[in-house]
């Protein structure tokens, strides 16, 4: 299994300047493969697939990938990067084994990362009879099956009058400027630290509900479709994708059961007592009275009951399928893969 750890880097100048100059070669090589993609195409060959690399020096975030031969963790604690010299981390955890790789990060604020690609068994944890269905929301950021409520702090709009100021110097500043560029540091800046503590509430949230579950389910909810609407902004504030990933990668890491039900499946709909469907409702309904059986319920806990059912059917549906065939199940795009040396990958930054 392998898993990525991310550290705070702190470079001097000559060592900021000389990472610029990689960051530089990389945009290069980036634009050299995508002349070989559009050459190839041009000629009727197969697509050219290629890295995620920056293409321009203004991109929020630049990233050169160093394999073993081109760093080596120091025993002062600083990491040696060939031809850039030793550079000062902050050791927020030990890494568990050795690394197989190393991406240096610079992001929109000027902060430098180092992550860090390691192989390492799965932390199983013991097993549990306790499985959740989970109704992610807005003005609650999730309700569990059994009534519980995890309230988001909301972290944008805590620091939209700031970021609303710092806006407006940028765009009061001259086009290529250096106090333009001073004022988009800024806000770049204010944007990483709401950023930050969101990820780190999620990551709390997030290591909690697996720790106490041996199994989880929630609704795959159709954001990208969510963020256009008027609720846009406070989708993104929410962060539902982060979270939903962090769930995923928690669970292989430490031997628990995840599973999404259907974003069609009709949870707030379905009388979670009597199994009758009541139809659609309006957003602003909050309760409702199911007229088949009288029972009064919440919105959102009556939709975490059904997608804790829902999950144990698939769950189930899936497992007695698994003994008569052998279907192979695809894993969620962009969440996990399989290497050739058989190696699984796991997207994230463990260790909360």
Not at 21 to 48: I, K, M, S
Not at 196 to 223: C, G, M
Not at 305 to 328: E, F, I, M
């Amino acid at each position: 299994m392998q898993l990525r750890y991310s550290y705070r880097a702190y470079p001097d100048a000559p060592q900021r300047t000389a990472l610029a100059r990689a960051f530089g070669c990389a945009r290069v090589v980036w634009n050299d493969c995508l002349r070989d993609r559009r050459e190839a195409h041009a000629a009727g060959l197969p697509y050219v697939k290629s890295a995620d690399l920056s293409k321009s020096k203004k991109d929020t975030r630049q990233s050169i990938r160093l394999n073993t031969n081109a760093f080596s963790v120091q025993d002062d604690g600083t990491v040696y990067v060939a031809k850039i010299g030793d550079i000062k981390v902050k050791w927020s955890r030990p890494l568990p084994a050795a690394p197989t790789s190393l991406t240096i990060i610079k992001d929109c604020s000027g902060r430098y990362f180092m992550s860090f690609v390691v192989d390492t068994s799965p932390d199983i944890l013991p097993e549990l009879d306790t499985e959740v269905g989970i109704d992610l929301g807005l003005s609650t950021f999730a309700v569990l099956f059994d009534g519980t409520r995890i309230h988001s702090p909301k972290f944008l709009r805590r620091a939209e009058k700031k970021l609303k100021r710092l806006q407006r110097e940028l765009s009061r500043k001259a086009k290529g400027s250096k106090n333009r560029t001073k004022a988009r540091i800024k806000v770049a800046r204010q944007h990483a630290r709401v950023a930050d503590r969101r990820r780190d509430w999620h990551h709390k949230a997030s290591t909690q509900i697996i720790r106490d579950n041996q199994a989880v389910y929630v609704e795959d909810l159709a954001v990208s479709g969510l963020a256009r609407t008027r609720l846009g902004k406070s989708v993104h504030d929410a962060g539902w994708s982060a979270f939903v990933g962090m769930l995923v990668y928690k669970a292989i890491k430490h031997g628990r059961h995840f599973g999404k039900i259907g974003r069609f499946e009709p949870t707030s709909q379905v009388c979670s007592v009597c199994g009758v469907k009541d139809g659609p409702k309006p957003l602003h309904v909050r309760e409702w009275t199911c007229k088949e059986c009288g029972t009064v319920h919440d919105r959102d806990d009556n939709a975490a009951q059904n997608t804790l059912a829902a999950g144990r059917a698939d769950r189930l549906n899936a497992s007695q399928s698994a003994g008569k065939t052998r279907t192979k199940v695809l894993a969620q795009r962009g969440e996990a893969g399989t290497h050739r040396d058989g190696h699984t990958t796991v997207a994230g930054i463990p260790g909360r």
